[in-house]
């Protein structure tokens, strides 16, 4: 009885996150960071404001897990280096060629990098702990400098393609940006160190 009690909180919090973090991404979609509000997404999510506090603990913490949640960091993160190219290609995209998600990702993409503490949630939240561990992958003594210049590669070509709706990018198919785009991100996962 009391293993199954546990269950139903945990699955009541799972359910309680989810609703939030839909709130969240609708709202920092729609109105950016700036408007949005813990107690708008409490609101919209059916709950107590200081529910959202004490799961996320800030705006900037909430902000950060709308930005990354449904994102596939894991595909990225546990690729071998034989793999990561492929996989930063592919993660380029993922929500991107997504309809349903397209929106929203773009209005967040804008937010942090229009509003100075929802880039610097993204960064210091998601970004930085995935390319340690990118970097981690590539090994050497520049892996962090690579890892950096793999995500400003791919960073580059989604604000190009999908924000700045550069002529050519926006209308190429996937498949042949990621063609061109692939070779060199294996140029920087391999690079070797000079020296």
């Not at 942090?112 to 090994?139: F, K, M, N, S």
């Amino acid at each position: 009885m009391v293993e199954q009690e546990q269950v139903s909180r945990a699955e009541r919090r799972r359910r309680t996150e989810e609703s939030i973090l839909a709130a969240a991404r609708r709202q920092f979609g729609e109105s950016g960071y700036e408007r949005t509000s813990i107690r708008g997404v409490a609101t919209e999510a059916g709950i107590d404001a200081a529910l959202v506090m004490q799961m996320f603990g800030s705006k900037e913490r909430l902000f950060a897990e709308a930005a990354s949640s449904g994102v596939d960091l894991l595909r990225l993160v546990g690729a071998t280096a034989d793999d990561l190219a492929e996989a930063a290609a592919t993660h380029l995209f993922a929500d991107f060629e997504d309809p349903g998600r397209r929106p929203g990702v773009e209005a967040l993409l804008r937010s942090c990098l229009t509003h100075p503490a929802a880039g610097a949630a993204l960064r210091d939240q998601v970004t930085t702990p995935t390319q340690a561990a990118v970097a981690a992958t590539i090994g050497g003594d520049d892996g962090e400098l690579r890892a950096a210049v793999l995500n400003a590669c791919t960073l580059g070509v989604t604000i190009a393609r999908y924000l700045l709706h550069d002529p050519i990018l926006a209308k190429a198919d996937r498949d042949d940006v990621a063609r061109v785009l692939r070779p060199a991100l294996e140029a920087i996962v391999r690079l070797k160190a000079e020296g």
